[in-house]
Structure formats: structure tokens, C-alpha cells
């Protein structure tokens, strides 16, 4: 883990989920972390992960148009033929409960597995201070426990190629 994201991860008797903090921004301006040297900046293609997934270049756009444009609240993401692309996007003014809704698939009669950004967005009031609005983004592994076994590990070996691009 990086200086400037945490990791979380949470254990229900329905879902492990893999909940990483990629970024905390304000409106206004990105708060930034001191590198010695400054990190690889990826322009094209992003490395695969060991599972042979590799992630589009649509997922580091619409990624961008989240985080420095705002453009929309979430992003869900899903493996098919060997690539992770978005599947869906939450436009600005959708509910946490509809990011929920759009994560939660379902593959014939299973579960099925899926990668969430989502853009937090909250006031910050501190006491004495003036309240300002901040955000937070939010990398999401949901891997239901009743979810094909190959998926769940496919989808678990990959997120550290988003982790990493994001």
C-alpha cells in the first residue's frame, strides 16, 4: 500500500468486500503526497495482472472523468474476454443505493462479481472551522460468497491491476 491510499476490508456473511481508497480530493484542488521520485505515469495500456486480465483504456477515462472532471458519481466495472471495461455508468445526482443496485449482478441463478468506483461526496464541518465540501474515492472488489468460485478468484487476482492504475 502507497502513502497516500488505505486499504479496508470488510467480511459479511454474504460478501467479502475489498474496499481500497484511491484518492481524497476537494472540489477545488488534489491533495498530493511527496515522492522522492515521481510516479511512472501510464499513458497508454495498463499491465496485466497475473491472471492475464488487462484493463481498457475506456477504464482509466471514465476514472478520469470521475475524479478531475466530476462527470459522474460512480463506475461499474466487469471482466469479459480478458479485459476489464466499464459496464456502467452512475450519473451525478445517483444514490448510493442505485452504485448498489448497478454492483449487485447476477450471472443465470448466481451471483455475479463486479469492480466499483464511486465518487463520496460529504461536508466536512469542523469545530471552529468553516465547513467545505470534500470527496472521496472508493475502489470496490464484490465477490459474493455465492458467486462462481473461478469468478470470484479471477476477479480477485485483477484487482490489483485497477488498484494500481487507479
Not at 459496464?87 to 445526482?93: A, H, I, S, T, V
Amino acid at each position: 500500500s502507497s502513502p497516500h491510499t488505505t486499504q479496508h476490508t470488510a467480511h459479511t456473511p454474504y460478501c467479502n468486500i475489498n474496499t481500497t481508497l484511491i484518492a481524497a480530493t476537494h472540489h477545488s484542488h488534489k491533495v498530493t503526497t511527496q515522492h522522492s521520485t515521481p510516479p511512472p505515469v501510464n499513458t497508454t495500456t495498463t499491465t496485466m495482472a497475473m491472471s492475464g486480465v488487462k484493463l481498457t483504456e475506456n477504464c482509466m477515462t471514465v476514472y478520469n472523468d470521475i475524479q478531475k472532471g466530476k462527470k459522474h458519481t460512480y463506475a461499474i466495472f466487469v471482466i469479459k474476454n480478458g479485459e476489464i471495461d466499464v459496464e456502467k455508468l452512475g450519473e451525478k445526482g445517483n444514490t448510493y443505493e442505485q452504485f448498489l443496485e448497478d454492483l449487485q449482478q447476477k450471472d443465470g441463478a448466481k451471483d455475479d462479481c463486479r469492480y466499483g468506483v464511486y465518487d463520496y461526496e460529504y461536508k466536512f464541518a469542523p469545530e471552529g472551522g468553516d465547513a467545505q465540501f470534500k470527496s472521496k474515492i472508493f475502489l470496490l472488489c464484490w465477490c459474493p460468497d455465492s458467486s462462481a468460485i473461478k469468478k470470484k478468484m479471477l476477479y480477485s487476482s485483477s484487482f490489483d491491476t485497477l488498484k494500481r492504475a487507479f
